[in-house]
């Protein structure tokens, strides 16, 4: 199989920009989504030696806290796409030196680790907006040790039907980039070396007041990256227009209550990384990383040794 880098329905500069933008806080449904994916944690016997927490600013940064106490001793690795919001977190999290909670477990390192420098990479909500998911992936396992893990969650296809129902008897173009399904998930993370990936989803059904609230739960969320979206900026009469459809459609009221209902499908993934496999040619070339890989699992599995 062989998948193309950037999704179809993804413009990248327009996925850049939402990278760019500044972040105050997670969202809320972030930071659920990384509480139920924490709760699988206990499936996993191994315990990392050191992690790396890809984009906390907006994945999770209480859930951040929650895998700081669940491992205490373990050197953290915390990567952000865009440099500036390194520095953000320099501020928001380094402990002075004088602060007993500096003392009791490893600073945290900004950036990412070295190749095979980690035994758990943690990505929450962060895969579905990507320009490049494969290449994303393909980092996550140049960062992990040979049997460390990947936990990931994000937006599957069904999330936002409501909306895109919505949109589409409009005659207006979709509201959001269409949202990749878990079995493709699980294929890119083959392709990229993982082996046993286990991906499975829920559905979580928000429920609004207004659709003023609506709007504004969105826009922490996301944007829409796709490339046929509205070309540019509507006016207040469109504006007008969308909250009105949003008031009224059946597809958001059917909820019942005079609430307005948006389904969220939330997709969880996890998978090893194994030891490399290899295949000598006539002329080879292997790391020296992956030679002591493979020296390693041989003699973990040899007899008496």
Known sequence: MTTSSTPPTIDPGAALHWERLPVLESPWLHEEVARRMEERLPWIRLQPQAWLDWAPLRGGQEAHGRL???YPKATVHVHEPH???IEQLRAQWERPWWQPARWSRAAS???LPPDGGVQMVWSNMALHAAHEPL???RQWHRSLAVDGFLMF???GPDTLKELRALYADAGWPAPSHAFTDMHDWGDMLVEAGFAEPVMDMERIVLTYEQPQRLLAELRGLGRNLHPQRFPGLRGRAWHAQLIERLATHPALSSVG???LGLTFEIIYGHAFKPTPRIRL????TVSLQEMKAVLRQDKKNSPGV
């Open 109 to 111: 390192q900004f950036g």
């Open 135 to 137: 290449e994303m992936i």
């Open 83 to 85: 440099p500036p919001r």
């Open 257 to 259: 209550d005079g609430r």
């Open 153 to 155: 969650s994000c937006l």
């Open 68 to 70: 700081l106490a669940r």
């Open 281 to 284: 040619a006539a002329e080879s």
